[in-house]
């Protein structure tokens, strides 16, 4: 059973540009969830969708934001980049309605010169 | 706010001993606990989910949760090196049929087994 794939891996950008992440969640898994993982805040949650509804959303600006598609496929963005973003970017899924357990992804390493 | 609390390490065990690795958090509420271990360079792997209060054992791993004290714990017995990590503990405020909620994570305990 495949597990979460997130693209790219890893990516460099500079001050101002914007990136979009893509996350496909594990089959079957309708909620796909995005966190961001800095060494000097952890893992901070960004947002959580199911069923292509944004259902959460955590303390970021509104250069971040993100969508899900009817395949449960989600994509973030972030747009207007700043030297703070650089970070891994974490797509996690989970079934929805049976288990509160999530899955992540092996990450996208953003670096923002 | 929500707030996980766990004990700062880094914690280091010899080959072989019982690792031992403490939560504690803010919102009584909070129905689902998770302990995920990340390796350096990786992303979080989940290895245990605890709903109830009392044990939970798989393995070498035994989860404890006692709702009461707003307390999880982590035992690793018999460490191995392979053991050493970064352990992550979260707490989600849905029940385990929800679709909603999220997870609030600590910031880790480094755990380092030495042969």
């Known amino acids: 059973k495949a597990g979460v794939t997130q693209t790219p891996r890893y990516l460099i950008k500079t001050r101002g540009q914007q990136v979009t992440l893509s996350c496909s969640p594990i089959s079957g898994h309708r909620s796909v969830s995005w966190y961001q993982q800095t060494p000097g805040q952890g893992l901070q949650f960004l947002f959580e969708y199911f069923s292509e509804t944004q259902r959460n959303k955590g303390n970021f600006p509104g250069r971040f934001s993100g969508r899900q598609f009817s395949n449960s496929r989600s994509e973030m963005n972030v747009s207007t980049l700043e030297l703070g973003d650089s970070a891994l970017y974490l797509c996690?899924?989970?079934?929805?309605?049976?288990?509160?357990?999530?899955?992540f992804g092996e990450g996208s390493r953003l670096t923002v010169l | 706010q929500k707030e996980v609390e766990q004990n700062s390490g880094p914690l280091s065990v010899p080959e072989g001993a019982i690792a031992s690795l403490n939560c504690t958090y803010s919102d009584r509420v909070s129905q689902s606990f998770f302990w995920y271990r990340q390796y350096s360079g990786k992303s979080p792997e989940l290895i245990m989910s605890i709903y109830s209060n009392g044990d939970k054992e798989d393995g070498r791993f035994t989860a404890q949760l006692n709702k009461a004290s707003q307390y999880v714990s982590l035992l690793i017995r018999d460490s191995q090196p392979s053991d050493s990590a970064t352990y992550l503990c979260a707490v989600n405020t849905g029940g385990r049929g929800s679709t909603l909620g999220r997870l609030y994570f600590g910031r880790g305990t480094q755990l380092t087994v030495w042969p």
């Open positions: 996690a899924s989970r079934r929805g309605g049976e288990t509160g357990e999530l899955f």
